[in-house]
């Protein structure tokens, strides 16, 4: 019988008691020790040896794999240590990847050890592995998808039960679905941090987090959600990466998180709740889309534990084991600044209503080359105020704030909002 694989876990939380519930249909692969913050706390779950230092897993020389599922940055260290300590890693911690990813796949090289991440990116969905394998012959040319649960239940909440951010923000909360402070779901960091280690993949390149452009769903409100509806799109929290060919004379990427009115002709539109997708586009696959959960105890698990077999089935032979996995890039991409992309804009305008108004608005669009793909308002509002919504077709984001900035010089309009279109 096979030598078993010896596990050390990091993180006994929802996805730590996922993954050792899955582990125990395989004998051949044993947790050995557990690392968490509080040892005393009590758990539907029991591991042999449990310790609050994470350390003593990564020095202990009878540990193969080291499982990371606590989050965060401040295991960096200990990953670091178990690397240099020739054990493989599996982690589920798109953080500390979007952070400091570059550092940790170099020392993996060099140390011979993979670490494999399918659970950092839309949890239960199989999209790091496929982008590495199967989709191995493409050119991508983009990425987008609805990477965060959280958000998604809240905005199809508000979309469905046509209520206010801050009821399904509490909905949300009460289903264990957004934390108590919610800023890392709501203000799209999870987001951002997981589109960070999907272009670094499909793009072969390395991505400097600080230069995502990235907003959240807080200044979506449900009278957005209605509007978007009648206009035939659904509000989604996209990230998104884009390949530009020639971007002042080199290739660059437009790498982003943000709300977006999506068509309704679109599947991602029809992506609700919890749910998450990854739609990737390249030649010569052209469009492929991956859906299902994001997250939670076993959709998470399933990555896990997906990744531990992968390494358990190569473990036997040395060095260099699953070399599809290993990663061989090391060049920055060149990031664009959000300014210069390209986009369709939704307006929500509110204005006093006086001859003239939508003429000014025209104006304006004109003067910054912004070409109107609708404008629409119906009657007034009870306080003798319009609502006038434009929807433009694609200009600069930097003529967009600048026409904005023009019409807002009368102190009777007002943007409300804008949210770009999909
Ligand atoms: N909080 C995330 C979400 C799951 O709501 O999708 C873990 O990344």
Redesign the pocket.
Known sequence: MDKKLKIGLIGLGTVGQGVLKVLSKHDDIEVVAAAVKNINKKRDVSVKNLTSDAFELANDPDIDVIVEVA?GTSVFDVLKTAILNKKHVVT?N?ELLAKCGSELFDLARKNKVVILYEA?V??GIPIIFPIKSSLKANEFTAVAGI???????ILTKMDEDNISYEECLLKAQQLG???TDPT??VEGF??M??IAVLSNIVFNKRIDVNKIYREGITNITSLDMKLADEFGYKIKLIALAKLMQDFQGKSALDIRVHPMLVSKKRALSDVKN?T?AVMLKGFPVDEVMFVGP???EFP?ASSVVGDILAIKAEIHRGDDILPMSVCHHNEFANQIDVEHTVNCYYLRIIASNTPGTIGKIGLACGKYNINLSCILQKGVNDDGSATIIVITEECLEKDINLMIKSIEEDSKIKVLNRIRVM
């Open positions: 989050g589920a798109k950092a839309a949890g990477l965060n649960g959280t958000t998604n239940y679905y957004a934390e890392g779901d999870d987001a941090y997981k919890a998450n994001g997250a939670g998470t």
